[in-house]
């Protein structure tokens, strides 16, 4: 029997910068960081598009010293969302979030005047610029930043923006994470009675045991309920403050920065709803099929992610960790072996324990060239797809190291796509691994649950947003028509196959409440529908995929979507064919379901 290591569940972060929250290294690396963005700044005021005659010269310098600077920018944003997430009741990280925010309202203002100075460049010799050798490599970037600054408002109102924002706008996101932080469900179990962070409640939804489920279930709402009024607050004023920023830009369409961000078009969004919602009876009969085999008329919003057996199989972590990587092998052998690095290297912390933030995330540090995975791991089968999940997220950035730094911005949708190809790779491999019948129905099962988190769930999330800021404009919107909204939204995605919704939906679910990306619903679904095109390409690929996908992880942060599915895929995403063919794939999952 081959020897199994034994990989810690903490990660250390004492190898970037020792001593914690208390760091003196830390604070010594901000404020060298805070030195060399006066430098930048200086840069900036100091380059003079109409009198200067040679521009690719101080451009140049520029964007090297903005390469360098925003590494470090990363690094020490993600060393704080590393320590705030931990442990919530961490102060001195919580002090650290707020100069975080300073910190990047300060580097929007540097590079808002930096934009305006690009969009005075005369067209002309803006095209000389970017053809020049050092700044061809950058072109995509620097004419999207120029183009994007064109529909901004004046440098000194962007900049006010951005300054108000800090005690405005993301203190709303920071005051939603922390009374979400101080939160805690009351269960009673073998009559007594404990209390449970949120997040360590909800893994409880996953019991066999319906009464408790839905006992469960009902504790974790009145907790969401208690503090409706709160969140209403901040997820009006997050939206609100949103909305007056679009009303001042001219920008009618709330989706309009989202798509920006994403870089891609609304034919391609509407390709890709229209697929989903042409096939969601497929999903709607697994639905059912489910609901009869837990001896249910219909399912409730909490029975989804029941599972079928009674019993849960659990997998100790390091046998976890053992099979991604030997799946990951399978498809491309450097990322295995990035991921046993990961492991070894204490990359990862997956502990299980109360004052952790709830959820999961990848965080980069470029400027150490390493990354950091938060999640809390318990042994399901869904925990080691998140794990694998997130390495995905972190491979990526991996690859994306010898990149320029201006090149390694990627968006959202694309960086869900690597993360959800290392989850399927994983999936895919636990069905064909099962031994027994129960045990492949269960992990076809969880693969089919991604299929309706991604094409109900989050379709839901995104009809609810979009309705909401739509109702938002004409002033605040109550807590019981947050509420309407929201089961309105999931009864339209789930096509009324449930019996019971979740009203308090709308706070529980940080993502409306992330002030760094609006609408953090649809990039998700497309990562899923966009992986899955690769995942059947990658099967029919007889060699060489493993270069190719790099080549494409590469080009995330320097082309349009639509161009990097032409490029390396040699599809057309504004067509419903892709879509189509991706979603047949998770539609096969249901039809071996139902006839198992």
């Not at 005659?53 to 969302?81: C, H």
């Not at 988190?453 to 979009?466: C, D, Q, W, Y």
Request: charged share 25%; net charge negative; with cysteine.
């Amino acid at each position: 029997m081959q020897h199994l290591t034994e990989y810690e569940k903490t990660w250390d972060l004492n190898v970037i910068f020792p001593g914690g929250s208390k760091s003196k290294v830390f604070q010594d690396y901000l404020t060298n960081v805070e030195k060399e963005m006066e430098g930048l700044s200086q840069l900036v005021h100091s380059f003079n598009p109409n009198e200067q005659q040679n521009l690719v010269k101080p451009l140049t310098m520029i964007i090297n010293t903005l390469e360098t600077t925003t590494k470090k920018l990363r690094e020490s944003f993600a060393f704080i969302s590393c320590l705030s997430a931990q442990n919530v009741k961490d102060e001195d990280a919580n002090l650290l979030v707020g100069r975080r925010s300073s910190l990047g309202a300060k580097m929007g203002g540097i590079r808002t005047v930096l934009n305006e100075k690009l969009v005075s460049v005369p067209d002309e010799k803006w095209q000389e610029i970017i053809k020049s050798e050092p700044l061809k490599e950058v072109a995509f970037v620097l004419n999207e930043t120029r183009n994007s600054a064109r529909e901004l408002l004046s440098t000194e109102q962007e900049i006010l923006i951005n300054d108000l924002a800090v005690d405005g706008y993301h203190a709303w996101g920071q005051m939603y994470q922390t009374v979400v932080g101080k939160m805690s469900v009351e269960i009673e179990e073998d009559g007594e009675v404990k209390y449970y962070s949120v997040g360590q409640a909800a893994n409880k939804l996953s019991n066999p045991n319906a009464n408790y489920r839905k006992y469960v279930f009902e504790q974790l709402s009145k907790a969401w309920a208690e503090n409706a009024d709160l969140f209403g607050q901040t997820l009006n004023h997050l939206a609100g403050f949103r909305l007056q920023k679009y009303k001042h830009r001219g920008w009618e369409n709330v989706l309009k920065e989202p798509l920006k961000i994403n870089r891609m078009k609304q034919e391609t969004l509407d390709a890709m709803w229209n697929a989903i919602t042409n096939n969601k009876k497929h999903f709607v009969r697994y639905l059912n099929k489910k609901a009869e085999l837990l001896g249910k008329e219909k399912l409730s919003m909490y029975d989804i992610g029941a599972p079928l057996s009674k019993s849960v199989k659990t997998v100790p972590y390091s046998e976890g960790a053992q099979f991604i990587i030997q799946n990951f092998e399978k498809f491309s052998p450097k990322m295995a072996s990035f991921a046993q690095m990961a492991f070894e290297k204490r990359w990862i912390e997956a502990e299980d324990r109360a004052g952790k933030r709830p959820g999961g995330f990848c965080t980069s540090f470029p400027d150490s060239e390493q990354t950091r995975i938060f999640m809390t791991y318990s042994g399901t089968a869904s925990n080691i797809s998140t794990l694998a999940h997130e390495l995905g997220h972190a491979y990526h950035q991996h690859v994306m190291n010898n990149v320029h730094g201006m090149n390694q911005g990627y968006a959202m949708n694309v960086a869900e796509t690597a993360s959800t190809f290392a989850e399927m790779i994983v999936a895919d491999a636990s069905v064909k691994s099962a031994e027994t019948k129960e045990e492949k129905l269960e992990l076809l099962e969880d693969k089919i649950q991604r299929s309706v988190a991604f094409f109900m769930n989050i379709h839901a999330r995104f009809l609810f947003e979009t309705r909401f800021y739509e109702e938002r404009k004409s002033g605040m919107v109550s807590v019981n028509r947050l509420n309407e909204l929201i089961v309105e939204a999931q009864k339209e995605a789930y096509c009324n196959a449930l019996d019971e919704y979740d009203p308090n939906f709308w706070s529980s679910k940080l993502h409306f409440h992330i002030t760094g990306t609006p609408f953090y619903n649809f990039p998700y679904t497309f990562g899923y529908l966009f992986s899955l095109g690769i995942y059947a390409y990658a099967k029919k690929s007889e060699s060489g995929f493993e270069d190719e996908y790099i080549a494409l992880l590469q080009d995330t942060g320097r082309m349009d979507v639509e161009e990097l599915a032409m490029k390396h895929l040699q599809v057309d995403l504004t067509k419903p064919d892709f879509w189509e063919e991706a979603i047949a794939l998770c539609v096969k999952d249901v039809e071996e379901f139902i006839s198992l």
